[in-house]
């Protein structure tokens, strides 16, 4: 018998492939669960100058991105999180810092009824090729819990002097 995806203190995590392990935080502190790419023997879905393609990782699990480059990066897992509850994907700041690589979509949303692999979305920004390796940190997992309120009609008064949008602070 499973444990329950209600209890509010637990993700159910199912690797699909033999070896994959759990997010994990690397200090006490932190507040992200590292995720690691997995590469090996799969096919990686890119978008390469607007048009889609797959890339093979290979044996040796090594993912070539090219400039331009956005890839579905796949962690080798699935997991549901309890009601109420989203997983934040952010990139690891040396991926941006030192390889040129961001999330298009920062912060990526993990809902919890999402049933498949995750996966996360990188580009590569830079004017180089750059290499993703199996079982690298790639990114982060925030989980956070959310709030579900209803939208109704109504007027919306001014609550403050402050309009414009951009820079309406100052």
């Given at each position: 018998?499973?444990?329950?995806s209600?209890?509010?203190?637990?993700i159910v995590?199912e690797p699909?492939?033999?070896g994959?392990?759990?997010?994990?935080?690397?200090?006490?502190?932190a507040?992200?669960?590292?995720?690691?790419a997995?590469?090996v023997?799969?096919l990686?879905?890119?978008c390469?100058d607007?048009a889609?393609?797959?890339?093979?990782?290979g044996?040796?699990?090594r993912?070539?991105?090219q400039?331009g480059d956005i890839?579905l990066v796949?962690?080798?897992?699935?997991?549901?999180l309890?009601?109420g509850?989203?997983a934040?994907?952010?990139?690891?700041s040396s991926?941006?810092?030192r390889?040129g690589l961001l999330l298009?979509n920062?912060?990526?949303?993990?809902?919890?009824?999402?049933?498949?692999?995750?996966?996360?979305?990188m580009?590569?920004?830079s004017a180089?090729?750059?290499?993703l390796e199996h079982?690298e940190?790639?990114?982060?997992?925030?989980?956070?819990?959310?709030?579900?309120?209803s939208?109704?009609?109504?007027?919306?008064?001014?609550?403050?002097?402050?309009?414009g949008?951009?820079?309406?602070t100052?």
């Open positions: 018998m499973g444990i329950m209600e209890s509010p203190s637990v995590f699909l492939f033999p994959v392990v759990a997010p994990r935080r690397a200090t006490a502190g507040a992200g669960y590292d995720v690691c997995h590469l023997e799969r990686v879905r890119l390469r607007g889609e393609l797959e890339q093979s990782a044996a040796q699990g993912l070539s991105l400039a890839a796949p962690l080798g897992f699935r997991a549901r309890p009601d509850y989203e934040q994907v952010r990139l690891r991926m941006a810092f390889r298009p920062a912060p990526g949303t993990i809902d919890a009824d999402y049933p498949d692999e995750w996966l996360v979305m580009k590569n920004i180089r090729e750059v290499m079982g940190r790639i990114a982060q997992i925030i989980v956070q819990r959310f709030a579900t309120l939208w109704v009609p109504g007027v919306v008064t001014r609550s403050t002097d402050r309009t949008g951009f820079g309406s100052g």
